[in-house]
């Protein structure tokens, strides 16, 4: 198959592949949306503006506005382009927060999303429900992902928009003599290698007829902060003189953890990819890039 992809801005290109055609492309703009969208039969929007704690809580507005207006003005063109399967990467930050593991049935919209992702989790609440109106409309197959928090090569590593694994492995290859985590080494985090989100993205193009559907697509097993320092510092080579753990700046979940068994059971799609595993292959990476990477 042919794939054409779409860029905003010049970090360079995620794959250099002959049958990828790169299309620079504001998806803002209604004229942008429908010229990238001409002739496609399948189409996967995963394109976001995304950044961790602290741009949530130097900037709250920024993942709201943008993405809200995107989904807008892209959803829109997708109606009216017509595919014949849409996939769309929402967030598992679209819970209210929870203990346990949350079924994709237990998405509660009278709830509040937990304090510290609201702008993104609303603006994503508000995605899926144009994704369920896009289907009702226009009868275009409507898959919706749900993935964890994700990494794996080509993340950001810029440190005001680095989520908490990204930020680890940046700060471990630079072999910080003491390392100082924010929050509670106790804080979970379900992390998912990039590799298993495309697979699951495959699987969702791939997968029987459906009008609407969402998806949890997590590791399954959450990881604490500490050991994600721990796997980073070991794949950098790193020993400090100790890991010290401080307050957060901002009020983030103690725990985030997702049941992916409906993935398993109606699209086949397990993940594959051990956090240590993919903490140690995403090291590679930055080592080989970090010197051309702007992000």
């Known amino acids: ?171 471990a290859l630079e072999k910080e003599g003491a390392f100082v985590v924010l929050g509670s080494p106790d804080i979970q985090r379900d992390i998912l290698y990039a590799d298993d989100l495309g697979r699951a993205v495959l699987a969702a193009l791939r997968g029987r007829d459906m009008r609407f559907d969402a998806f949890n697509v997590g590791y399954g097993k959450p990881v604490t902060v500490e050991q994600i320092a721990r796997f980073a510092l070991a794949s950098a080579g790193h020993e400090p003189s100790g890991i010290a753990f401080t307050d957060a700046p901002v009020d983030v979940a103690g725990r985030r953890g997702v049941s992916r068994i409906k993935a398993a059971l109606h699209l086949g799609w397990r993940p594959r990819v051990a956090p240590q595993d993919g903490i140690a292959r995403t090291m590679d990476w930055w080592k080989e890039n970090r010197d051309r990477w702007t992000k």
């Open 1 to 171: 198959c042919r794939i054409r992809g779409t860029f905003r801005h010049d970090h360079g290109l995620f794959l250099d592949d002959p049958r990828v055609d790169y299309v620079r492309a504001d998806l803002t703009d209604p004229e942008d949306c429908a010229g990238v969208l001409e002739g496609c039969a399948l189409v996967v929007h995963a394109a976001a503006v995304t950044g961790g704690s602290r741009m949530n809580a130097t900037r709250p507005w920024r993942q709201a506005t943008d993405n809200t207006v995107m989904d807008v003005r892209f959803l829109e063109a997708v109606a009216n382009a017509k595919p014949l399967r849409l996939v769309y990467i929402s967030t598992a930050s679209v819970y209210q927060p929870f203990d346990g593991s949350m079924e994709e049935s237990g998405l509660d919209l009278n709830l509040p999303p937990h304090p510290s992702v609201t702008g993104a989790a609303l603006a994503k609440r508000h995605g899926e429900q144009l994704c369920r109106f896009l289907a009702d409309t226009s009868g275009v197959s409507t898959v919706v992902l749900r993935p964890t928090s994700l990494y794996g090569p080509g993340d950001k590593f810029d440190p005001l928009r680095s989520t908490v694994t990204a930020a680890m492995i940046r700060r």
